[in-house]
């Protein structure tokens, strides 16, 4: 079993800087590929970045890419979000989430995910 726990969201303006941590417990962290995922009101959960298990491979969606960074510290099993230029659209619930596979973080059908932390950016 792997734990995760995510915080640093918050309210924001737009053009603003949040960083999102999520720090698992739990099994071995390096063996995890990790992602982020956001899901606004009424609307369905989505892809935002991913890493693989060594950091040497990342993956953005098409809305973040250039704004968002994500990055990984094994030593610390912790997994950041550093997100730049926000928007109001980036207003959502943000999910740590980890597998075995990145492929099957990409496709957002992981096996742990964690309780989400609520990122606010205002115009």
């Known amino acids: 079993q792997v734990q995760l726990v995510e915080t640093g969201g918050g309210l924001v303006q737009a053009g603003g800087s949040l960083r999102l941590s999520c720090t698992a417990s739990?099994?071995?962290?390096?063996?995890?590929?990790m992602g982020w995922f956001r899901q606004a009101a009424g609307k369905e959960r989505e892809f935002v970045a991913g890493?693989?298990?060594?950091?040497?491979?990342?993956s953005y969606a098409d809305s973040v890419r250039g704004r968002f960074t994500i990055s990984r510290d094994n030593a610390k099993k912790s997994v950041i979000l550093q997100m730049n230029s926000l928007k109001p659209e980036d207003t959502a619930e943000y999910y740590c989430?980890?597998?075995?596979?990145?492929?099957?973080?990409?496709?957002?059908?992981?096996?742990?995910w964690g309780q989400g932390t609520q990122v606010t950016v205002s115009s």
């Open positions: 890493i693989s298990s060594t950091g040497a491979v990342t």
């Open positions: 989430a980890a597998d075995d596979w990145f492929r099957t973080v990409q496709a957002g059908t992981c096996r742990y």
């Open positions: 739990g099994r071995t962290f390096s063996n995890y590929a």
